[in-house]
């Protein structure tokens, strides 16, 4: 009966062994699972800032390149007026 006893015992420890090292494992994956969506969260707060960061470059470009077309089409306008001006005074 004793013998059964020990054996039993020796089943429970070694279940225990086996429950402890599965619990340690599974707390270890928690606890990296978390530091991992720190860091994503960090890495999504940095994408965004950078978004912003390029959407106000792209607008800056277009407000630039609005003006350049409208300069090219001031000095276009200006030319056509000198050019047309400069023959009516010839004749």
């Known amino acids: 009966m004793t013998d059964l006893l020990e054996e039993f015992e020796q089943k429970r420890e070694h279940l225990r062994k086996l429950v402890e090292e599965h619990i340690s494992k599974r707390d270890e994956a928690a606890q990296k699972s978390h530091e991992y969506a720190e860091k994503r969260d960090e890495l999504n707060a940095k994408v965004r800032e ?26 276009e306008e200006h030319y056509k007026r000198s050019r047309s001006s400069g023959r009516s005074t010839r004749r």
């Not at 959407?55 to 409208?70: G, H, R, T, W």
């Open 50 to 75: 950078m978004r912003e960061a390029v959407k106000a470059k792209m607008n800056q470009k277009s407000e630039l390149i609005a003006q350049v077309q409208k300069l090219r089409a001031e000095k």
